[in-house]
């Protein structure tokens, strides 16, 4: 069984940085697309960061220039690297990885900004 473990979030004031990682277990096959998804209150889920196999990576436009997302291919592993860190970045960050058929969520991890 899939299991995804996440760390690295807590409390930075505004400018400052974190990185979370998250390690994927319990899998033969090897992991597609790695992410980051992040839910703040009373908003919708969506995306931060997700990169391919292959390096290839996506981010949305509020977190370009700040964020940088990296991965470990032969350990399942996934980083998140925030810097410059704003209040709106307060969420809940998810991580979310895509073994064919199938996508897996990690219980997810706060991340709290103070301004």
């Known amino acids: 069984q899939v299991q995804l473990v996440e760390s690295g979030g807590g409390l930075v004031q505004a400018g400052g940085s974190l990185t979370l990682s998250c390690a994927a277990s319990g899998t033969r096959f090897g992991v597609n697309v790695m992410g980051w998804y992040r839910q703040a209150p009373g908003k919708q889920r969506e995306l931060v960061a997700t990169?391919?196999?292959?390096?290839?990576?996506n981010y949305a436009d509020s977190v370009k220039g700040r964020f940088t997302i990296s991965r470990d291919n032969a350990n399942n592993t996934v980083w998140l690297q925030m810097n410059i860190l704003k209040s709106d970045d307060t969420a809940v960050y998810y991580c979310?990885?895509?073994?064919?058929?199938?996508?897996?969520w990690g219980r997810g991890i706060q991340v709290t900004v103070s301004s």
């Open positions: 990169i391919t196999s292959a390096g290839n990576t």
């Open positions: 979310n990885v895509h073994i064919v058929p199938n996508m897996y």
